[in-house]
């Protein structure tokens, strides 16, 4: 399987209803915070609540180097909208 550098962008949120921690990831061929922060996630809290945040009011955002096979069609793409 042939792998290519990507990078998984990582967003901390808070839950809306009772305050509580939250996480997304999505990956992307750029580095840039900008384009990630335009994603939108669906999340869903213990507490019950469920929503869609974007990226950009994330409490916190960071990037790490991922290697993606290039056959993995379900990871979600943070240069789009968020699949599945």
Known sequence: MELTNHFAHVF?????ACGGPLSS????????????????????CHCGWNGAFTGLVAVKHWVEPWEKPLQN???????????G
């Open 12 to 16: 901390l949120f808070r839950c809306l």
């Open 25 to 44: 990831t999505c990956i992307s061929a750029l580095q840039n915070l900008e384009q990630a922060d335009a994603h939108r996630f669906e999340a869903y």
């Open 73 to 83: 069609e379900h990871s979600n793409i943070c240069d789009g909208e968020a699949l």
